[in-house]
């Protein structure tokens, strides 16, 4: 089992950025791959970026490519989400997810583990 806690979200201005952090406690490889996934009031929780074990494999969806990046220690144990060129768009709460898996995926029924979620509001 591990146990996931976000931090870093928070209110900005469109075109302003946050780092968004996930904490990884209890079973590393659980959290073997790591994903970050959103969702906005009235819609379905949707994918965001994924990294695996080696933190050598990414993946975005295509509407934060170019402006996301998702990374994480040496130790595996804290993901983070860098967020630039934030749109008013971008505003949900963001999750934190992990799998034992060392295959990326971007489903979020792949992901077993989650943090509570942190909210991320991009005012326009």
């Known amino acids: 089992q591990v146990q996931l806690v976000e931090s870093g979200g928070g209110l900005v201005q469109a075109g302003g950025s946050l780092r968004l952090s996930c904490a990884a406690s209890?079973?590393?490889?659980?959290?073997?791959?790591m994903g970050w996934f959103r969702q906005a009031p009235g819609k379905e929780r949707e994918f965001v970026a994924a990294?695996?074990?080696?933190?050598?494999?990414?993946y975005y969806a295509d509407s934060v490519k170019g402006r996301f990046t998702i990374s994480r220690t040496n130790a595996k144990t804290t993901v983070y989400l860098q967020m630039n060129s934030l749109k008013p768009e971008d505003t949900a709460v963001y999750y934190c997810?992990?799998?034992?898996?060392?295959?990326?995926?971007?489903?979020?029924?792949?992901?077993?583990?989650w943090g509570q979620g942190t909210q991320v509001t991009v005012s326009s």
């Open positions: 209890g079973r590393t490889i659980s959290s073997a791959t």
């Open positions: 990294i695996s074990w080696s933190g050598g494999n990414t």
């Open positions: 997810a992990s799998r034992g898996s060392f295959s990326l995926s971007a489903r979020a029924a792949d992901f077993p583990s």
